[in-house]
């Protein structure tokens, strides 16, 4: 049956608890009900929270009811219920009655053993709040639909750059407005670029993010105003209109949610839009956040560059259409321009190829592997605990052997029994389970507190239904799992060894600690694989750590400054700029230099484009070689430490009226040139965005710099010096400018803001931070794994601990008598010490083996997440072991040692 909402499903889930006669007659009316009931919520102002809570409770007690009813005749047998000639209906009254009395007696028997209760119970409660939290982050970021309606439907168009290793690439005007007009697969196409932007009036300079995007992308991501209009098709061409929709988020920050704010006008880089309307809450593009929305404004008849890659393209698929045969049409569209615009830089499919992404996966694909790593962590968790309570249930059954022979001397039968001791399990499962959602909803808190950077909808992450119906769903699952072989195992008695003396010896009793050991064997291998994958991902991380970043961040600091259009138009008033905050911010106390980069290394992206080298020629990307731009300042490599390793940097004579020059990173001389080759005097041309541009001599090489990350590959980088200005106005209209001094960060913001403020009090300072802090922001994520990953496997390995020490002390007391023999027989201490050990030591050496097995055969589930360590690491590996195998000796001593004191005396008198 096909069902309206998300809500609707989970419900029409939940009624397999329900038999399935019961489901197929009454299925259909009770989803309708349900829908009924939450919308008479919604007519009412009134939050569903306790609508699901109420719905939850009866939906498990009615069909628990059900389900058991056939379970409960057969055990009442021929009673009073029965008639002669026919059964009775079944006594729903009579079941609550049974019910009840377990519950009870389960409360009862839990509340006199405080101690294993607790540990039981915040076992249990550990795990489920592990679980809790970490489905609130996958419900989130991978589970929750994305926020465009038929979403599947939606896909990215990218261009590619094989010989340069660009796999997604901006798409050119042309590209873009050509396969939108050709293309038959797409219902409808737009695009969008996002930008800084400086908004001036009506309070403060600000810097925002601006979206410059088509009027069909509206249309294609299913956006709609809150407030007024959006811009039409006919607004989206040059001079058509100066218009703007401001954000849900800009309106009630800057326009403090005025209503009236439609008609007004706002103040974006010198120039006036008039404000049309305000979009509705959480309509942002792809993968972005935004401020304001302006028109793209280009004409496809004055287009006839094919290069300036700066678009991203959405299409939404035509009805009938899917990704398969968008992407056939797509490669027969590039082979046909390949003939069409021959030597025009067009695409081709193998130099210049376009490629569709859908959208989920260019969103959330590149974070679902860590959320894979993470949900097998915390499933490891559970089983772990599991184990565990199923360890100390199993224990408990042995010492309560005599009360449940008792009863089933009474009469209990062994489905009586197992109920009662099922009941116990539930009863913990359901403590436990409440004590968990409660921290779970704390350790939610602290997830979104750790800040985990490019993980996207992380702020989304919250204490929802789902969470609430899974960890519901969860915790009595987690009962039965735990609770079913101690029951089992403890409801098959033998009433003539029991009620004598003591039982010991007997096969039912070997059996029970085969099976304890059987867990603790599992308990261990589970928690080496956890230790083992922590321990690559804390290895990875310092490994990270140490990587040169290609300059030195200590004592610097950095902020990005941002022209606007308006004021400035005439490249030197862009360098006067410039020159006069460089010069304010040196002459601040403590401050030793500044320089300027166009691009500060790990925070923004180089520019990638492509260069013609003199005397050598490529026969793949149309004869050039792929490079990404930097512009930067004189004193830019001394500023950031960067060696100079051949040749030289820039000097303040590289300006305009000179030849131009350019220095290359230590990637590019190596990649371009061979060994006995030195690029120092050779000459290159920039190409695509500035065809006309002069032939540049190279004067020197330079450090490699990581500008993608410190675990990304450094590519062949290109420097031009800004006061020659290759690359144009707006090349240089935004910029870094960075700050080497002696003094604390803080000390230096106000003196350097006053600086800028003077220069031009419409120029915001915006990302004022210390170099140390961009370092330690791209390490973000891996650390969030990291820190998760090392905690779930302290907690493993806790638990095994405990594990281990249970077992062993139950040996022990079990034992007493067989220790108490033997030392009367000459044996010492030393050797009942030995022994007990041993036991432990074995237990957790199987465990390890078979855990390395695991981890071995799992590892490669965590090759995305490292860097620079081998998913087989021996090292890690033989850690992982060899600290299980420690904490195992350790967790046996303590009962080892009592066992050693027993007195054989009042041993044998005892028994």
């Given at each position: 049956?096909?069902?309206e909402?998300?809500?609707d ?6 009624l397999v ?11 259909l009316?009770m989803v ?8 008479d919520?919604?007519?009412?102002g ?14 498990v007690?009615n069909a ?10 057969r055990l ?5 219920n ?11 009254r ?9 519950i009870?007696?389960?409360l009862?028997?839990l509340?006199k053993?405080?101690?294993?209760t607790a540990?039981a119970?915040?076992?249990i ?7 809790s939290?970490?489905f609130?982050?996958?419900?989130a970021?991978l589970?929750?639909?994305l926020?465009y309606?038929d979403a599947?439907?939606?896909v990215v168009?990218?261009?590619?750059f094989p010989a ?5 690439f901006?798409?050119?005007?042309a ?13 409808n196409m ?6 800084t932007?400086?908004?001036t009036?009506n309070?403060?300079?600000e ?8 009027a069909t992308?509206f249309?294609v991501?299913?956006?709609r105003?809150q407030l ?5 098709v006919?607004?989206d061409f040059?001079?058509r209109?100066?218009v703007a929709v401001?954000?849900h988020?800009?309106?009630?920050r ?8 439609v ?6 880089e010198g120039?006036s ?8 809450d959480g309509a ?5 956040t935004?401020?304001v929305?302006?028109?793209l404004a280009?004409?496809?008849s ?10 991203t393209v ?8 899917t990704?398969e045969s968008?992407f056939a049409?797509l490669?027969?569209t ?7 615009y021959a030597g025009?830089?067009t695409?081709?499919p193998?130099n210049h190829p ?7 996966d260019?969103?959330?694909?590149g974070v679902?592997p860590?959320?894979a790593v993470l949900a097998?962590a915390?499933?490891?968790v559970?089983l772990l605990?599991c184990?565990?309570?199923a ?6 059954g042995?010492?309560r052997?005599r ?8 009469g209990?039968g062994?489905?009586?029994i197992?109920?009662q001791?099922?009941?116990e399990?539930?009863?913990?499962a359901?403590?436990?389970?409440g004590?968990g959602?409660a ?12 800040d985990?950077?490019g993980?996207?909808r992380i702020?989304?992450?919250g ?22 072989l101690?029951?089992?195992?403890a ?6 060894t029991v009620l ?7 096969s ?5 600690r ?7 064997v599992?308990?261990?291998?589970l928690?080496?694989?956890?230790l ?10 310092a ?8 300059f030195?961040a200590a ?6 400054l941002n022209?606007p ?7 030197d008033d862009m ?10 911010v ?7 230099s500044v320089?300027l ?13 492509g260069?013609?080298?003199?005397r050598?020629t ?12 930097q512009?930067?300042s ?5 500023t ?7 040749g030289?940097?820039?000097?303040e ?5 000179v030849?131009t020059?350019a220095?290359?990173n ?12 030195d690029?120092?005097?050779w000459r290159?041309?920039?190409?695509f ?5 002069d032939?540049?001599t190279?004067v020197?090489?330079v450090g490699?710099v990581?500008?993608?990350?410190l ?6 980088e290109?420097?031009?010096?800004m006061?020659?200005?290759l690359g144009?106005?707006g090349w240089?209209?935004s910029a ?5 001094a ?13 600086v800028?403020?003077a ?5 915001p300072?915006?990302?004022?931070q ?5 370092v330690t922001?791209?390490l973000t ?5 990291m820190?998760l990953?090392?905690l779930?496997?302290a ?10 020490y249970?077992v062993?002390?139950?040996s ?6 067989e220790?108490?023999i033997?030392m009367?027989?000459?044996a ?12 432990g030591?074995?237990m957790?050496?199987?465990?390890a083996?078979i855990?390395?097995g695991?981890?071995?055969?799992s590892?490669r589930v965590?090759e ?5 360590v081998?998913?087989?690491?021996f090292?890690v590996?033989s850690?992982?072991?060899?600290v299980?195998l420690?904490?195992?000796?350790v967790?046996s001593l ?10 054989p005396?009042l041993s044998?008198r005892?028994?």
């Open positions: 049956m096909r069902h909402t998300w809500a499903r989970i419900y029409a889930w939940m608890l329900y038999p399935r006669r019961f489901r197929r007659q009454y299925g009316d309708e009900m349900f829908r009924d009931a939450r919308s919520c919604a007519r009412a009134r939050s569903t929270f306790n609508l699901w809570v109420k719905t939850i409770r009866d939906l007690l628990s009811i059900m389900r058991m009813a056939p379970f409960m005749k009442r047998g021929v009673g009073r029965r008639h002669v000639g026919n059964r009775s209906p079944f006594d729903a009579i079941v609550m009655e049974a019910m009840l009395m377990d009870r007696y389960a009862r028997t509340w053993t405080k101690g294993f540990i119970v915040l076992t409660a550990i795990a489920i709040a592990a679980n939290s970490i609130s982050v996958i419900n970021v589970l929750r639909p926020p309606p599947d439907r939606l168009l990218w261009t590619q340069g290793g660009t796999t997604t901006p798409v050119s005007q590209e873009y407005w050509d396969y939108r007009e050709e293309s038959e697969a797409f219902q737009g695009a969008f670029s996002v930008f932007a400086t908004v009036g309070g403060n300079p810097r925002i993010a601006a979206t410059g995007a088509s992308l249309d991501l299913g956006f105003p007024g209009r959006v811009y039409t006919e607004e040059p001079g209109g100066l401001l954000s988020g800009f309106w009630q800057r326009f403090a949610g005025d209503p009236t704010v008609g007004r006008t706002i103040m974006l120039v839009y008039e404000i049309v309307g305000v979009m509705e942002d593009p792809p993968g972005a935004t401020d929305w302006l028109p280009f004409d496809r004055q287009i006839t560059n094919r290069s300036g890659h700066w678009l959405i299409g939404r698929l035509a009805d009938g259409e990704f968008a049409e490669e027969t590039v082979v046909r321009w390949s003939d069409v025009l830089h695409s081709d193998v376009l490629t569709l992404v859908e959208l989920d260019e969103l959330l694909g679902r860590a959320m097998g915390v499933g490891l559970l605990a184990a565990n309570v360890n100390l249930l199993l224990a408990r042995q010492g052997s009360e449940i022979g008792v009863r089933a001397a009474l209990a062994r489905a009586r197992s109920r001791l099922l009941t399990s539930l009863v913990i359901l403590l436990g389970g004590l959602l921290a779970g909803s704390w350790g939610t808190a602290l997830l979104i507190h750790m985990p950077t993980i996207p702020l989304d992450v204490l929802d239904v789902p969470v609430v119906v899974f960890t519901a769903v969860l915790t009595l699952v987690t009962g039965v799992v735990f609770g079913w101690p029951a089992l195992n409801s098959r008695v033998d009433l003539a004598s003396a003591g039982g010991r010896g007997d039912h009793g070997r059996e029970t085969r099976t304890l050991n059987g867990l603790v599992c308990q261990m291998a928690a080496v694989v956890l083992i994958g922590s321990g690559l991902l804390i290895k990875s991380f490994v990270l750590q140490r990587v040169d970043p290609g030195d004592g610097r600091v950095a902020f990005d022209l259009g308006r004021d400035y138009r005439d490249l360098l006067a700029f410039y020159d006069g905050v460089i010069d304010g040196e002459a601040l106390p403590g401050v030793s320089a980069v166009r691009n500060l290394p790990l925070r923004t992206s180089s520019r990638q484009e260069v013609l080298l003199e050598k490529n026969s793949v990307n149309q004869g050039s070689y792929p490079v990404e731009y512009a930067v004189a004193d830019y490599f001394a950031m430490a960067i060696p100079v390793v051949r030289r940097g820039f000097a004579m590289d300006r305009r009226g030849p020059v220095v290359i230590e990637t590019m001389a190596r990649t371009y040139w061979s060994e006995d080759e690029p120092v005097g290159l041309r920039p190409l965005a500035w065809r006309d541009a032939w540049v190279v020197g090489v490699d990581r500008h993608g990350g675990s990304a590959v450094t590519k062949p290109l420097y031009l010096s006061r020659q200005a144009g106005i240089m209209r870094s400018i960075v700050v080497r002696g003094v604390h960060p803080e000390a230096l913001s106000a003196g350097i803001r006053n800028v403020r220069a031009d009090e419409n120029v300072v915006v990302n004022f210390s170099l140390d802090g961009v922001d791209t994520q891996q650390r969030f794994i820190l990953l090392a779930f496997g907690g493993a390995l806790a638990i095994a601990a405990v594990g281990v249970g062993i002390s139950f022990v007391a079990r034992r007493t008598h220790i108490g033997r009367a027989l000459g010492n201490q030393g050797d009942v010490l030995r022994q007990v050990v041993s036991g030591v074995r957790a050496g199987l465990g083996a855990g390395v695991l981890a071995l055969a590892s965590l995305s997440q490292l860097y620079g081998s998913v087989r690491d090292y590996f850690a992982g072991a060899g299980l420690v904490i195992s000796v967790a303590v009962p080892a040692l009592r066992a050693s004191r027993v007195d005396n044998l005892s028994e």
